[in-house]
């Protein structure tokens, strides 16, 4: 069954190196997304895409993550460096999104569970 | 900012008990959706509702959206040890394209 697939599952990496996630989207999707969920902040948008073109990356402290989508099968997420507070479960999620249609309704991986010691 | 509430935070129930979780915000939504998390994986979506008064039913879940869209709240009937989770309302912007989460509603249903 379709479904939105990232990896690592796990990083555990120390403060200053560079950290990459990967997120396959579901096929036919043309939006994707990145949050970050923290039990302090919940689930807080970093970042999307549609048709591969970001379209809002406001929540995304700049200086150190980027977010790219290389092809339509391929969004990446990349931390440099990497920071103790960067500490958080990372999700993609990806949805179809129409003109006019009533919801953006998104599919959810399973998330990057990222520590930064 | 629009931001979205639920309430309440945490909630520990026996099997078998109703429960009402509520989402609250001052922004007008053009849909509201509720997600269920459990430990180690990603929201699953529940149900999308999109017209004011509009209620869904899911088995023992029921959702409803505010005649103003600006709240909704999710009703369980006779709560079963399959139903913990993670909770979360999340708020569609047609403008924006995007959702904007609540704060989420962590259950607890006791055997």
């Known amino acids: 069954d379709a479904r939105v697939t990232q990896t690592p599952r796990h990083k555990v990496t120390e403060m200053g190196q560079e950290v990459t996630m990967r997120c396959q989207p579901i096929l036919g999707h043309n939006t994707v997304f990145w949050y970050r969920q923290t039990m302090m902040q919940g689930l807080e948008l970093l970042a999307y895409?549609?048709?591969?073109?970001?379209?809002?990356d406001s929540g995304m402290p700049k200086d150190r993550f980027s977010a790219e989508m290389p092809d339509a099968t391929l969004a990446t997420l990349k931390i440099q460096p990497s920071e103790p507070r960067d500490s958080a479960v990372y999700f993609c999620a990806s949805g179809l999104v129409l003109a006019g249609g009533p919801g953006n309704e998104q599919f959810f991986g399973p998330g990057t569970r990222l520590t930064v010691l | 900012t629009q931001l979205l509430e639920q309430s309440p935070q945490f909630l520990s129930i026996q099997e078998g008990e109703n429960l009402t979780v509520y989402c609250n915000s001052s922004s007008v939504f053009s849909s509201l959706q509720w997600y269920r998390q459990e430990p180690g994986e990603g929201p699953v979506l529940l149900v999308t509702?999109?017209?004011?008064?509009e209620v869904k039913k899911l088995k023992r879940l029921t959702f409803q959206f505010g005649d103003a869209r600006k709240d909704s709240s999710l009703h369980i009937t006779a709560a079963q040890p399959g139903d913990t989770g993670l909770y979360l309302c999340?708020?569609?912007?047609?403008?924006?394209?995007?959702?904007?989460f609540g704060s989420g509603t962590r259950l607890q249903v006791q055997p």
């Open positions: 895409f549609r048709n591969r073109a970001p379209l809002d």
């Open positions: 509702v999109v017209t004011g008064g």
């Open positions: 999340a708020g569609g912007d047609t403008g924006r394209r995007a959702l904007t």
